[in-house]
């Protein structure tokens, strides 16, 4: 066991210790240099402390010194150039594993490392297809020594939570697809243009087509900007809007699906689930239903309706930001219901009451922006009653009287 002693070098990643009692981590790693082998109960304190084992020049191990290993939660052996079944088999049982020295290895240890959570093997340079399908199954897999890569392969690991090949400098569209689908991708600047280029170039034939497909749903799912700009698509079914409405909820985005004139109850719900920012601005119908589901959401756009009912004003007054710009006229009690939006666009509107003045007036404060810009006239009353909003935008004509009234 000397030899191990000469050769290992620790390196404790991430201590969290906490009331630890004796032994303490630091004298166990300790007694496993002049050891070699951990107990049970030593392996469970190195655990609980959250400890890394890094092992420096040793290039292979016994079984014996497997079996001590592989009771560890997290080991790193960088420079291990070779390793049995066997071995493979104990050290699945290790958490975080890195084997970064080896530079193959077989499909039987492949299959058998499916079980390590997080897996580093970036000294292999290339890999089988059956190896791929095998890693798929690992939450966090490093293979940043692959310089290239195979459409099937990439279509396995798409599958992959996080994944990372740092030493990709190039993939195809079918390789862009499958890992526009990689929830975490860690991968060279080059191959991220081509997988965003991929994206655009799906958006684009979606909103030229007006159609989109399953598949092209789900890689939307996965879109990189902060704005998907759907506009052009005219038709949706219930699957596709759970997987764009999956781009909202990861990317905390907007999602413009301005050329839908219509959409159905149970696409409405989905649509809310992200509770982001969506564009509706062809939709000239909506059902008391489908507006209490999208008032869940944080910012709605719904410029072509021309008029709602009471209670679907009530259920949109819980929206932060609200464009209803197609809507010409409102009833007292909808716009009573509205003035509890704190952005609220109601730019088609031409003419307003003294009381719904007053409305606007009493919630002025609570307004982050009202804008009226299509009030053809306002009284002096309604100037009086408006100038009290904190932030009103208006036609520029009727400032002057909105602004006589302001108090310094």
Known sequence: ???????????????????????????????????????????????NANLILQIHGLTSITDQEAESLGKLRGLSLPVLT??????????????????????????????????????????????????????????????????????????????????????????????????????????????????????QKVVERVNASGSITDDQAETLSYFKGDHLNLSGLIQISDKQAKFLSEFQARRSGSLDLSGLNSITDTQAEILSKAER????????????????????????????????????????????????????????????SLSNVMNLYLNGVTTITDYQAETLGQS???FQSLQLTGLISITDEQAESLSKVRNLEIAEDLQPLIDKYKKP
């Open 277 to 336: 920012q969506l564009i509706l601005n062809r939709l000239t119908f909506m059902t008391d239903t489908q507006a209490e589901s999208l008032g869940k959401i944080n910012e709605l756009h719904l410029n072509s309706l021309t008029n709602i009912s009471d209670r679907q004003a009530v259920c949109l007054s819980s929206v932060d930001h609200l464009e209803l710009n197609g809507i010409t006229s409102i009833s007292e009690t909808q716009l009573a």
């Open 1 to 47: 066991m000397n030899r191990i002693s000469k050769l290992l070098a620790i390196c404790c990643i991430a201590v969290l210790l906490s009331g630890c009692e004796e032994p303490t981590p630091e004298e166990i790693l300790k007694q496993f240099y002049a050891t070699g082998t951990i107990t049970d109960e030593q392996a469970e304190i190195l655990s």
């Open 364 to 366: 002025g404060g609570y």
């Open 82 to 199: 070779s390793i049995t079944d066997r071995q493979t088999e104990i050290l699945s049982g290790v958490k975080d594993l890195g084997l970064n020295g080896l530079t193959s290895i077989t499909d039987s240890q492949a299959n058998i490392l499916n079980e390590v959570e997080v897996l580093g093997l970036s000294g292999l340079t290339s890999i089988s297809d059956v190896q791929a399908q095998s890693l798929s199954e690992i939450g966090n897999l490093m293979l940043n020594g692959l310089t290239s890569i195979t459409d099937k392969q990439a279509e396995s690991l798409s599958k992959v939570q996080t994944l990372s090949l740092m030493s990709l400098t190039s993939v195809t569209d079918e390789q862009a697809e499958s890992f526009s689908k990689v929830e975490f991708l860690l991968i060279s600047r080059s191959c991220r243009n081509q997988i965003e280029l991929y994206q």
